[in-house]
């Protein structure tokens, strides 16, 4: 059965600190990784990841992909409380199916 | 680019009756959308692939009766919850991409009560 893990299930942080978000993922026919914050309404796309090794970066923001190992990345340096979000991860598999994760929910405190 | 709108951003509706959310896909055509269904404090369940000018699939226990998506164009796709009951109150979420290798983009969502 396809699944993705997210972990941790939550985080709670203080501005300025480091986090590490980790996606690993089992399913067939692997296409892309992506990546979303979500705030009170719906996903924002942050980064879609096809590569192994290659980081892909925004601002504060990086992910990386290793297919080999089966798990993503997701890096905020510097965090701010606008951070504070649910950070999503889904894997694209064959053409019409995505399979989510349940989430990290990153709280930044001032 | 790739902005997906959804609407309304929210409904209250009385139960046995229908309500119909629309999600547009503005600046890019769309021949497959998405529509999820999302719980409090849980992650995205996908309800069914909308393909534009064809049925839409469904996931395994989703009532396709109750319901019912409409692709009839590139850019819009609509879903209608008949005879709506309070069961049926949720967050309703479209998504919709250019293609297979393009990112799914989101639009704001549906909150969705029935009393």
């Known amino acids: 059965e396809d699944k993705v893990v997210q972990s941790p299930l939550s985080l709670v942080v203080h501005e300025g600190d480091t986090v590490t978000l980790n996606c690993s993922y089992e399913v067939t026919n692997f296409r892309s990784l992506l990546w979303y914050k979500q705030e009170k309404k719906a996903p924002t796309f942050l980064f879609m990841l096809?590569?192994?090794?290659i980081e892909k970066k925004s601002g504060r923001l990086s992910s990386i992909l290793d297919k080999k190992e089966l798990f993503s990345i997701l890096n905020i340096t510097a965090t701010q409380t606008g951070d504070s979000a649910v950070y999503l991860c889904?894997?694209?598999?064959?053409?019409?199916?995505?399979?989510f994760g349940t989430g990290t929910r990153l709280k930044v405190l001032a | 680019g790739a902005v997906v709108s959804q609407h309304p951003s929210w409904v209250i509706c009385k139960s046995g009756t229908s309500v119909k959310i629309e999600c547009r896909s503005l600046?890019?055509?769309?021949?497959?959308m998405f529509w999820y269904r999302q719980f409090p404090k849980q992650s995205l369940m996908l309800m069914a692939t909308s393909n534009e000018g064809s049925k839409a699939t469904y996931e395994q226990g989703v009532e396709k009766d109750k319901f019912l998506i409409n692709h009839a164009s590139l850019t819009l796709s609509t879903l209608t919850v008949t005879s709506a009951h309070p069961e049926d109150s949720s967050f309703y979420i479209c998504?919709?991409?250019?293609?297979?290798?393009?990112?799914?983009?989101f639009g704001n969502g549906t909150r969705l009560t029935v009393t």
């Open positions: 998504s919709a991409r250019l293609d297979p290798w393009s990112p799914l983009h």
């Open positions: 600046d890019f055509q769309a021949t497959t």
């Open positions: 889904a894997v694209s598999s064959g053409t019409y199916k995505y399979i």
């Open positions: 096809t590569s192994s090794g």
